[in-house]
């Protein structure tokens, strides 16, 4: 496909989908809803904020009620998540497994053509990203991919529905990929399984937490620009009506003080909590992206993308992190 077939596809896609796609803002690429094709950037840099609105939005009601009413009205648009990395794929990967049993979610994704490239990001924030392959397609989950060749691309299709686009489209010449599962055949990737075994070492009382502890300002940033920070708090909202309301869903992050909040009585009129300061809180972060996940779905909860890096205000950087883990050593 050269790039004129690639905007009259954009085009074709705008007519019965919504399309969202990488886009210059000022100096930052953002992922937001094109208007005109040609504003589209396909690019090596990763987007500063991610896709993860689009499939996990960072508000939405699950039901209303109305006395014994419950009406669960799923409603949503057919969308275009164009441009994705393949770090980002990765993400989206990671999330179809995370809310596989999620009615909501699920059909938000049955509503998505999720349209991935080739072009391996280089910026300094990133890391864990390999040179594209075309093997590696395999293990991610899209509907079209274009593996950039000189000035064109090598299209692939991924999925039923991305066949079916294409076909409609008019475009034939394109390969199709059969997902072979997210696990490659040679096992988990074999630098998550190194994390994972030092993060197994460490404790809250070691140095590294301590020090992170001590300038982490529990903004959350971290948490709302990764694509695959997913915990999210659940809330009741009542209307005027007696007996009406709502049901939401909103994301959480772990660095917010209520997060662990559990049930039990006040201490010096405090709600107890199991995470009780900031070094838990970010060991905490670190736990669930290097242990839990890839101890539970065989996925490190990150996909090196540096967009946490990119955002924390006080300068936090994951990847430098990542090396003093593999090196932790426990106070003793
Ligand atoms: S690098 Fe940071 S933002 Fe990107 S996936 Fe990993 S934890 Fe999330
Ligand atoms: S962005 Fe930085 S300061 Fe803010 S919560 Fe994350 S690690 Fe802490």
């Known amino acids: 496909m050269n790039r004129k077939e690639l905007y009259k596809f954009l085009e074709f896609l705008s007519q019965q989908h919504i399309v969202y796609a990488p886009q210059k803002d000022g100096a930052n ?3 937001e809803e094109v208007i005109d094709s040609h504003n589209v950037v396909l690019s090596s840099e990763i987007p500063l904020h991610s896709f993860k609105k689009y499939l996990v939005p960072a508000k939405e009601t699950l039901f209303k009620f109305d006395k014994d009413k419950i009406d ?7 969308q275009v998540i164009f441009g994705l990395t393949t770090p980002d794929l990765k993400a989206v990967t990671l999330l179809n497994q995370v809310f596989k049993k999620d009615p909501y979610y699920q059909e938000r994704k049955k509503k998505s053509l999720i349209v991935g490239h080739s072009l391996v990001p280089k910026q ?3 890391f864990f990203i390999e ?6 397609l395999e293990h991610l989950e899209f509907d079209i991919f274009l593996a950039v060749k000189g000035q064109n691309f090598i299209v692939y299709t991924g999925s039923e529905d991305g066949q079916r686009i294409l076909d409609d489209f008019g475009y034939k010449t394109y390969e199709h990929i059969q997902f072979a599962g997210y696990i490659k055949e040679e096992g988990p990737d074999e630098q998550m399984l190194k994390i994972n ?3 197994k070492q460490g404790s809250y009382m070691d140095k590294l937490w301590q020090d992170l502890g001590k300038i982490c300002i529990e903004c959350g940033k971290c948490t709302m620009v990764c694509p695959v920070c997913f915990c999210f708090d659940v809330v009741d909202q009542a209307s005027a009506e007696p007996g009406t ?3 939401k869903r909103c994301w959480a992050s772990c660095f917010y003080t209520d997060f662990s909040e559990i049930a039990g009585p006040k201490t010096f009129g405090e709600k107890p ?3 009780q300061n900031t070094a838990q809180r970010i060991h905490f972060w670190y736990e669930h992206k290097f242990v839990r996940l890839p101890d539970e779905i065989k996925l490190a909860g ?4 540096g967009r946490c890096t990119k955002v924390c205000p006080v300068g936090i950087d994951i990847k430098k992190n990542i090396q003093k883990i593999l090196k932790v050593k426990r106070i003793k």
């Open 29 to 31: 690429l953002v992922i």
């Open 72 to 78: 669960e009205g799923i409603n949503s648009p057919n």
């Open 124 to 126: 300094k924030y990133h």
């Open 131 to 136: 040179k594209f392959e075309e093997h590696t």
């Open 197 to 199: 075994e030092a993060m």
């Open 245 to 247: 309301g709502e049901r």
């Open 273 to 275: 909590k199991f995470l």
């Open 302 to 305: 990150c996909v090196g993308c």
